[in-house]
């Protein structure tokens, strides 16, 4: 995949020493996914519809969104819910 403008959300604390992580949201220019088995499982895209429902619970392949404390979830809700990065 290839991403235009990138954008700083936010970050929390990395369990290893002195680190950092960081949550972006990025312009995707395509839809074109390269999944590196070693590292991921699966990859895809979701419409904001889907993310809501992961976020309420209710997605019906039951994925769920992370716990709120977690950036991931922060980003999901930055996107599905507040419209960032339209």
């Known amino acids: 995949m290839r991403t235009g403008a990138v954008r700083y959300l936010a970050s929390q604390p990395w ?4 680190s950092l992580m960081i949550g972006c949201l990025a312009d995707a220019l395509n839809h074109d996914v390269t999944i590196d088995h070693d590292e991921l499982e699966d990859a895809r895209f979701f419409t904001r519809d889907e993310v809501r429902l992961m976020l309420e619970g209710q997605h019906p392949e ?3 969104a992370p716990q709120p404390m977690a950036i ?3 980003i999901m809700r930055a996107w599905a819910l507040d419209g960032a990065g339209v």
């Open 15 to 18: 369990p290893f020493p002195a």
């Open 72 to 74: 991931a979830n922060a």
């Open 62 to 64: 039951g994925l769920l």
